[in-house]
């Protein structure tokens, strides 16, 4: 299961991580979100030790979601270093997150 990033937790998360980070904002109410929080999951089982894969639910954790701008739900962004390095905006299928994170690690 992904690592849930909240308001309280995510500088210690994100931005104290040496690890390329994923973040997936997400809602409950959130359709195209329900197809890929699983995807999501998976990632954070196969990319372990190698980068950090979590969700920030947008309506608990609004100050997160507004740093980063976030209109569209789901929307993952990919961390380096501090700085957002790639965005997927929509439900995609995981060859698409997986090209991006495996492109961001080399």
């Known amino acids: 299961m992904a690592v849930e990033i909240t308001d309280t937790n995510y500088s210690e998360?994100?931005?104290?991580?040496?690890?390329?980070v994923m973040i997936d904002f997400w809602a409950e109410w959130c359709g195209p979100c329900k197809l890929v929080g699983p995807i999501v999951d998976e990632l954070y089982s196969e990319y372990e030790?190698?980068?950090?894969?979590?969700?920030?639910n947008v309506d608990n954790n609004p100050e997160i979601s507004a740093k980063?701008?976030?209109r569209n739900i789901p929307t993952i962004i990919f961390v380096?270093?501090?700085?957002?390095?790639d965005k997927s905006v929509g439900a995609v299928p995981k060859n698409v997150l997986t090209e991006?994170?495996?492109a961001i690690l080399v």
Request: aromatic residues 4%.
């Open 80 to 85: 380096k270093n501090g700085e957002v390095v």
């Open 100 to 102: 991006k994170l495996d």
């Open 49 to 56: 030790g190698r980068a950090v894969i979590g969700k920030v």
């Open 13 to 20: 998360l994100v931005d104290g991580s040496e690890k390329v």
């Open 68 to 70: 980063f701008g976030i």
